[in-house]
Nanobody
Framework: QAQLVESGGGLVQPGGSLRLSCVAS??????MGWFRQAPGTEREGVSC????????KYTESVKGRFTISSDVAKNTVYLQMNMLKPEDTAVYYC???????????????????WGEGTLVTVSS
């Protein structure tokens, strides 16, 4: 049975940093992604990583500030978030995603492979 558990969220001031972690079990850590949902908005893709070839992708608003990485031996995916802004406030979700290529803008989540989310609040 697939399970994903996120951690690392919290309250941080603008300009601060947080590192989110997602421990996965029950499936291979092949293609993974982070998504977020702010109050009153739809869930959006943030970043994706292929542990097959190292390809990573980011939504435009986080490029240069967020870094996705993984430790396959620990079945863990990370999202390092720097220079956080109030508009980054959201619940962040980890998900297993479908394979993706260099030509795709981002990645698509696979049904049934979601974590419960961790809340990130950026506020002074």
């Amino acid at each position: 049975q697939a399970q994903l558990v996120e951690s690392g969220g919290g309250l941080v001031q603008p300009g601060g940093s947080l590192r989110l972690s997602c421990v996965a079990s029950g499936f291979p850590l092949d293609y993974m992604g982070w998504f977020r949902q702010a109050p009153g908005t739809e869930r959006e893709g943030v970043s994706c990583i292929s542990n097959r070839n190292g390809l990573t992708k980011y939504t435009e608003s986080v490029k240069g500030r967020f870094t996705i990485s993984s430790d396959v031996a620990k079945n863990t995916v990370y999202l390092q978030m720097n220079m956080l802004k109030p508009e980054d406030t959201a619940v962040y979700y980890c998900a297993r995603v479908s394979s993706f290529t260099t030509t795709q803008r981002l990645c698509s989540p696979r049904p049934g492979y979601w974590g419960e989310g961790t809340l990130v609040t950026v506020s002074s």
